[in-house]
């Protein structure tokens, strides 16, 4: 066959979806995934991702992914995030405040797709304004503040008795719902402490400092430290016997008492989206920067029973899963 046929026949077949972009000598589009806990957690986030390339129209089997986990380990997402640079990916993804933050400092240049549960992306300067960032960052961001008044209704709601909430969070990362809880928690006459913590290593010692408080309640922040792993927290509330709730789902799934908050798997498919969008030909700085659109209330009925409590029907009704 003569090679003009043979190049004619080839473009065709690639045409048709037949062959990957690739055999065409087109080289294959390449997004980073910066991801700051573990591999183990990081793939159900990753599977999620590729759904998202799929709804804008993307092959993900097309597509190279390059994964990096840092297990947790907070200095090593900035060596990730520079590593992916160094990849010349077309997309850099960062999952959670620390990954954004490592992601900026290494590139003004590759577009980023943000997971942000603590961040607001204009008050911080991150971003113009919503509808147009402005920079090369995009992506999906949560900073609404009224979250910490319905978690203090479904403590209130779960235990009527309720008179004092310790506060866990990591001061290393911003926490906007905090003055609401405050706020609330003076019109409901309910004592607020907060306690820090600042590394997994601490959990154990700071758990049994907020048992030793003789708290009704515990309300966890969102951070990396807690929600991109969030099974020892769940196993930490539950040994010292606090009824806790925080923003993340898999929380209430791996034993703790109660969740309300974002689809973390949901979201992070609204990332892949985004990304998808990107690759499509879309300016970053002109993609606009979404909200969540999924939210899930997760209620443990089993851990209550082992607190002591009796769930009321009105929460167990409202509830997107009830485990038993």
Not at 218 to 238: C, M, W, Y
Request: charged share 20%.
């Amino acid at each position: 066959m003569k090679r003009r046929s043979f190049v004619a026949s080839l473009g065709a077949v690639a045409a048709s979806g037949l062959l990957p972009i690739a055999a065409v000598g087109q080289a294959r589009k390449k997004i980073g995934f910066l991801y700051p806990g573990r591999t183990a957690a990081g793939s159900s986030r990753l599977a999620a991702f590729r759904e998202g390339l799929r709804s804008a129209g993307l092959d993900p089997t097309q597509i190279e992914i390059v994964p990096r986990y840092a297990e947790t380990v907070v200095e090593r997402n900035a060596v990730l995030a520079r590593e992916l640079v160094e990849a010349k990916v077309d997309v850099l993804v960062a999952i959670s405040v620390i990954s954004v933050e490592v992601a900026r400092a290494a590139t003004k240049t590759i577009p980023i797709v943000a997971f942000d549960l603590e961040t607001d992306p204009v008050a911080s300067g991150l971003a113009a304004n919503l509808a147009r960032p402005g920079g090369n960052v995009t992506g999906v961001y949560f900073d609404y503040l009224d979250f910490s008044t319905k978690w203090m209704e479904l403590l209130k709601e779960a235990i009527p008795r309720l008179a004092k909430v310790v506060v866990v969070r990591d001061p290393a990362s911003p926490s906007p719902q905090l003055k609401g809880i405050e706020t609330t928690a003076v019109a409901m006459a309910v004592k607020v402490e907060v306690v820090d913590i600042r590394t997994a290593a601490e959990f154990d010692a700071a758990f049994r400092s907020v048992r030793e408080r003789g708290p009704d309640a515990v309300l966890i922040l969102s951070s990396p430290l807690f929600g991109a792993d969030p099974a020892p927290v769940a196993q930490q509330a539950l040994v010292n016997r606090l009824p806790a709730i925080t923003l993340f789902p898999e929380f209430a799934r791996a034993g703790g008492f109660m969740a309300y908050g974002v689809s973390l798997l949901g979201a992070i498919q609204q990332c892949g989206g985004r990304a998808g969008k990107v690759l499509n030909g879309a300016k970053v700085a002109e993609l606009p920067i979404e909200r969540p659109t999924n939210f899930e209330l997760v209620v443990n009925a089993k851990t209550a029973k082992i607190l002591g409590i009796e769930l009321p029907t009105s929460i167990l009704l409202r509830a997107n899963e009830v485990i038993e």
